[in-house]
């Protein structure tokens, strides 16, 4: 069997990421699906006959993505105007603040994003986890992992990122 070779020339304003780069788009939006389809089996079947089902319907990566440069309080209101439920947060920076935007437009968080290393001359975890956490607890919100280190092939770290995991 011949394995499946997925070729592609990406160019972003001039910059041509790096196989890793493209490798590490594919991974989050793959985790992005994957993301969504937990959340819509998990409202399949969970209200009793006779009420509507409902799938929370949240945006995400609009902190690093709104043309405009919205500040996170004018996001939550407007995710609010256009009926979205919540937004999922890329990555680690200003969760608090996030939270407390969310939390007066009556909105939740359902997602967020940081990176794991599995490499050895690196922290395993980005610093502000232990600090981010409790502000998470209670709230039911999906961490999401990025996974970096050998390449998926190398089975070598895997006792390693799941010490790393449970922690």
């Known amino acids: 069997m011949t394995p499946l070779r997925l070729s592609a020339n990406v160019e972003v304003g001039g910059y041509v990421p790096s196989k890793e780069e493209v490798m590490l788009m594919l991974r989050l939006a793959f985790a992005c699906l994957l993301v969504g389809s937990i959340w819509s089996a998990r409202a399949v079947g969970t209200e009793p006959l006779g009420r509507p089902q409902t799938t929370p319907f949240f945006a995400f990566c609009i902190e690093t993505h709104d043309a405009k440069h919205r500040t996170l309080k ?94």
């Open 74 to 167: 004018e996001q939550a209101e407007l995710l609010r105007d256009l009926g979205y439920d919540g937004v999922g947060h890329l990555w680690l920076d200003k969760v608090r603040e996030r939270l407390v935007t969310l939390d007066q437009a009556g909105l939740r968080l359902f997602w967020s994003h940081t990176t794991v290393s599995l490499q050895p001359d690196k922290p395993p975890f980005d610093p502000r986890l232990k600090d981010v956490l409790p502000l998470l607890k209670g709230r039911n919100v999906l961490l999401s992992l990025n996974v970096v280190g050998p390449p998926s092939t190398d089975h070598s770290a895997d006792l390693r990122a799941v010490a790393i995991i449970r922690k």
